[in-house]
């Protein structure tokens, strides 16, 4: 009986922390309405040593089905979608990201996203929307910072007054449990049934961007 008990906790013990391998996604959007400034456009150092990720890191994106609602609806408009592969552990990993054509040092979209393994992969998105003049010099920014916690797997909303974020980070040697040995299923006390298993979290069914925001936003 020791043995099996041994089993059991093993079959559900977390993953070591060397299975630190992620897929990252992220779709970043605009929302109708007036557009929210920043008293200052984006610094010249927004990416502040961060690098980008490695061009063999990238992976097909999975929230395709989000991003065709909010591309299909009224009053959205998808600046950013990206997925790529990323380990996290619990020293924070910083990458920076950004879309569109370079103008007087900066991208139409530009930021910076932080992951830290701990109980949940802590995050922080630090994000510029740009808008350049006729003379191709920046004008305005919108900025987006945000501090969230993740759950693996799980689709996270990020508010904003003129954005949004969706942000899932799910592991990518994520294994299908294992079911009980025959053994321990015949140690089962008797009269009682057995559960099934339980189903993993699904993303909402409405595409998750009008969900309630994972936190609170930082304006400046």
């Known amino acids: 009986?020791?043995?099996?008990?041994?089993?059991?906790?093993?079959?559900?013990?977390?993953?070591?922390?060397?299975?630190?391998l992620y897929q990252v996604e992220l779709i970043l959007f605009q929302q109708e309405g007036d557009v929210v400034y920043s008293s200052q456009p984006a610094p010249d150092d927004w990416a502040k040593g961060a690098q980008p990720p490695a061009p063999d890191s990238r992976r097909p994106t999975a929230m395709?089905?989000?991003?065709?609602?909010?591309?299909?609806?009224?009053g959205y408009h998808v600046l950013m979608h990206k997925a790529w592969k990323q380990a996290i552990t619990d020293q924070p990993v910083k990458i920076s990201l950004?879309?569109?054509?370079?103008?007087?040092?900066?991208?139409?979209?530009?930021?910076?996203?932080?992951?830290?393994?701990?109980?949940?992969?802590?995050?922080?998105?630090?994000?510029?929307?740009?808008?350049?003049?006729?003379?191709?010099?920046?004008?305005?920014?919108?900025?987006?910072?945000?501090?969230?916690?993740?759950k693996n797997g799980v689709l996270a909303y990020l508010d904003h007054p003129s954005l949004g974020m969706l942000?899932?980070?799910?592991?990518?040697?994520?294994?299908?449990?294992?079911?009980?040995?025959?053994?321990m299923e015949e140690d089962a006390p008797a009269g009682q049934p057995q559960q099934a298993p339980q189903q993993a979290p699904q993303a909402p069914a409405n595409g998750g961007f009008d969900a309630p925001p994972a936190s609170e936003p930082t304006q400046q």
């Open 98 to 150: 950004s879309e569109g054509q370079e103008q007087d040092g900066h991208f139409p979209v530009e930021g910076t996203l932080t992951l830290r393994q701990q109980r949940f992969v802590d995050t922080q998105v630090d994000f510029w929307i740009n808008q350049f003049g006729g003379d191709g010099l920046l004008e305005h920014s919108q900025h987006m910072v945000q501090d969230v916690s993740l």
């Open 64 to 74: 395709d089905a989000q991003a065709n609602k909010l591309a299909q609806a009224q």
């Open 1 to 20: 009986m020791f043995r099996y008990l041994l089993l059991s906790l093993a079959l559900l013990a977390p993953a070591s922390f060397a299975d630190d």
């Open 167 to 183: 942000v899932k980070v799910s592991p990518l040697n994520a294994k299908p449990a294992t079911p009980p040995p025959a053994e």
